[in-house]
């Protein structure tokens, strides 16, 4: 068996896990061995066939087993259940596994093991928070010395995710972060811009980076669609539309990199029936984590409400139910106005 510093593990292969999985996989050195898990087997299988020839890639069943063996773990998870679920439990754990490996290493005098944990996803902060808090409890205890955890939560969306341009905000604790920022950035870089990857502060401040950022983009994500209907059904070119916007000051990412009119843009998920993008239900999440975020720090806010009204009623649609966030545009374009 290889040793810990010679395993990684990454945990989620979803919409954004599996091509992350698959750049780091092509970017690790072949002595290198990399542990894949997922509730979905059929993900495991495919990513075991996509990756041959790069390097061992083996399966485990649960966060226990990735933490146990690997000296990195890598997690990109939808939400705080599937985070406590796959941290927390007190079975098949990440940090039980942590715990367990710790517990198995020698103990006279040579270092305990040390272990990276990060989650990648865009997760509740006081879920972060309570990962960083047990991680701390663990790490303190003789069972699990230098357990650090670190929220490094990225924007790009699946595009990103495949070339392998994320943008990456981490949060670490202050005490450890010179010597664990480098590390952390010596994985990410296989899966982000190498100038993308961005230290933000303690653990959680990458989260509410993220947070702010996702809570600017959903917002921007209905006014872009509202505008360009706007223009659809006054039977203008959409395309022509998009250019003089995005050469104007209306112009934002949703103009430019992900327009909600189908065929505008190639290789975006509108243009393929709103597929394989960042899912109106996870906008949603993260747009409400912003304003619980505004509401506990006393910011005042206008825009979150409506906008939220305007997901809820889309996603209450099956026809829109699990698309792209921008399915909003088709939302708007198929309602009538009131
Ligand atoms: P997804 O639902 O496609 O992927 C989540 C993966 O986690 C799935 O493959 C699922 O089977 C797996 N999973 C769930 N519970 C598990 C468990 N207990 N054990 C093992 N695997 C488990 O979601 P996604 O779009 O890839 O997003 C993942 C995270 O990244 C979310 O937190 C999201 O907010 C964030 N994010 C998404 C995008 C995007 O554009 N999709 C962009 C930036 C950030």
Redesign the pocket.
Known sequence: MAIPEDIVAF????????PMAKNLRAGLSSDKTLLV????TE?LERFKTETKGQGPVETVQ??FEAAKAAGTVIT????YA?VR??YLDPQTGILAGAAAAAAAAPSDGLPLVQKLIME????ENDTILSVAKATDELSTSKLAKSLTFVDA??????MG?QDGTLTFMVGCAPQASDQVFPVVKSYLQHMGNQDGIFLCGDVGAGTAF?IINNYLSAITSLAASEALNIGVKAGLDPKLLTDVINASGGQCWVTSKSNPVPGVQQNVPSSRGYEG???IE?CA??LGMGSRLAEMVGARTVLDGPTMQAFGEAMADERYQGKDARVVYKWLNDSERS
């Open positions: 945990i989620g292969l979803g919409v954004m896990g599996y898990c997922d509730v979905n993900a649960n966060g990109m998870l939808p939400g599937a679920a796959v990648c996803g865009t997760i939560p990225v924007s790009g969306g699946p995710a993220k993008g960042f899912r996870l999440k993260v």
